[in-house]
């Protein structure tokens, strides 16, 4: 099998269908261990967009935070989230709730921010008996795989986020923007280029314009950079589809994305998107103890349907905002 070691002693496998994966003899300080070999690991995930290390052991939240922080430092605290996730620590949080049953498609972490993680971490604690990859695809391909009439259009409108917020599902008014105070909350939408709206109902609903393509900014790469598909009605459940505008309507839905012109995306824009990303998938099945690393720019990442007990661990490393840090968004925000 064929190994890279780029400014490392680390032997990494390659394999084809597969992220880049690190086995490493089951050391005394995991902790300790990652912030020692933090360069090699990061010169890994720079060269392969995702790095699975096996053998660290990891075992409880504690001991994934100290990983985490010994790559990453101080890890970001999550804004704007559409769903609650438990917090196991700074910085340390579950991963985002869905239903078993259902895979979560690819996306890139919180791409509709104006700050994001440049690094994503995961630790798997409990590795599910069936299913519950997190699976990844290389956003650089994918940009290249769409059609160019598609992708063209993202990159000269971007894209648009329109989000409803409830007390009856997704993430609450605190647990998204970490305050429920109106005043604080409209501080934080203008101050983070998102226009919102007070319902009658005191209810709130934000939208969002988007660059749908970045360039990377350390390669200078353009990549596929966004939640188009992810957040889009198309990829709903059709049951779950069918029920949310039955009750809050076109407009009102949790969630929604949009051409950049404020039009609707069809759904054969969003199976397209889907199935482009489902063919660049790479996937490796989570062995309890695992590190995955992810460069959050260059690399998309999913989650499988599982069965059994999952719980795998997040954090949100390396900030950046695409607009000063990956100068290509120009065409973007004409």
């Known amino acids: 099998m064929p190994f890279s070691s780029l400014a490392s002693p680390l032997d990494v496998e390659l394999r084809p269908d597969k992220p880049a994966l690190l086995c490493v003899d089951p050391p005394d300080d995991a902790p300790r261990w990652t912030a020692e070999h933090r360069d090699a690991l990061r010169a890994q995930v720079a060269e392969h967009g ?6 660290l052991g990891l075992r409880d939240a504690a001991q994934a935070g100290a990983v985490f922080a010994g790559m990453a430092g101080d890890l970001m605290t999550e804004r704007e989230a559409f769903a609650p996730r438990e917090a196991h620590g700074r910085g340390v949080y579950s991963s985002t709730p869905w239903p078993d049953h259902q895979p979560m498609c690819m996306h890139h972490e919180l791409s509709y ?30 940009l290249r795989a769409l059609p160019s009439g598609l992708t063209e259009r993202f990159e000269r409108e971007g894209w648009i ?67 188009i598909a992810f957040l889009n009605e198309w990829t709903l459940d059709p049951e779950v589809r069918e029920y949310l505008l039955d009750v809050y309507g076109p407009d009102g839905l949790p969630f929604n994305t949009r051409h950049g012109d404020g039009s609707p995306i069809a759904e054969d824009v969003v199976r397209t998107i889907n199935s482009t990303y489902e063919a660049h998938a790479r996937r490796e099945p989570w062995q309890a103890g695992d590190l995955l690393l992810v460069d959050n720019v260059r690399t998309a990442h999913s989650r499988e349907a599982f069965s059994g007990e999952r719980q795998v661990l997040v954090g949100l490393g390396e900030p950046l905002r695409p607009a000063d840090d990956c100068p290509a968004l120009e065409a973007s925000e004409r």
């Open 50 to 55: 995702a790095l699975v290390v096996r053998g």
């Open 113 to 142: 921010r104006q700050e994001v993680p440049g690094l994503m971490l995961f630790a798997c604690l409990t590795a599910p008996e069936q299913g519950g990859a997190t699976a990844v695809a290389d956003a650089e391909e994918v």
């Open 161 to 227: 986020l329109t989000r409803s917020y409830s007390d009856e599902i997704g993430a609450s008014l605190a647990e998204s923007f970490g305050t429920a105070d109106r005043a604080e909350i409209e501080q934080y939408c203008r101050a983070n280029g998102i226009t919102c709206t007070w319902q009658p109902d005191g209810s709130l609903r934000t939208e969002q314009h988007r660059a749908a393509v970045v360039r990377h900014p350390v390669t200078g790469r353009r990549c596929w950079f966004n939640q």
